[in-house]
């Protein structure tokens, strides 16, 4: 499985899936990683784990069609098969999805389809729920409504702050997501010989 990361910020989630990768646990090959944002610290962390780091910006585009026309001619040229988004913070529009259909992945801080969006943590711990968690699911033309590959459920206790609640949510994401793409590259594996 040839995949490509896309990531907007620190890059916690590549550092959890390329460890992950390093150690044979997820049959995947890191064709590259990209961020829509040059000084992402999640390209600083592909350089130190030696995989080839690409960034450019919409802005550098008259059109969001020409900016993903460009991703696009870079996933194909790295002969890339599927795209994990950890913490990509753009919506992927049709040239992507027509492009990888039911082969792009997100990674989501709240129990979908509840608290979607930007602020998933932030807008469960103030929404005063007893429980959110992470969901794992595929991309689709809506803000987090693909089909879910995977979900775990995380408790919000009566003494939580938005930090720990933070702090918990990640620690799922980062034991999760490896766990999920293994699982993902295992079957894609056995459906390609």
Known sequence: ??????????????????????????????????SDKKEAFVLERAKNHQVPAV?????????????????????????????ILAGYMRIVGPCLLTAFPQRIINIHPSLLPDFPGLHGIRDAF??????????????????????????????????????????KIHQVEHRLYPKVLAEISDNYKGAVK
């Not at 960034?55 to 795209?83: A, C, D, I, M």
Request: avoid cysteine; charged fraction near 20%.
């Open 1 to 34: 499985m040839r995949a490509a990361i896309l990531a907007s910020g620190n890059g916690s989630n590549f550092e959890a899936i390329i460890t992950a990768v390093k150690k044979q646990e997820i049959a995947m090959e890191v064709a590259f990683v990209f």
């Open 55 to 83: 960034s450019f910006s919409p802005n550098e585009f008259s059109s969001k069609e020409l900016y993903e026309t460009e991703l696009l001619r870079l996933l194909e040229k790295h002969q890339v098969e599927w795209v």
């Open 126 to 167: 103030f929404g005063k729920v007893a429980q959110t968690g992470v969901t794992i699911h595929y991309i689709d033309a809506g803000i987090d409504t693909g089909p879910i590959i995977a979900q775990e459920v995380v408790e919000i206790l009566p003494n939580e702050t938005l930090e720990s609640l933070e702090t």
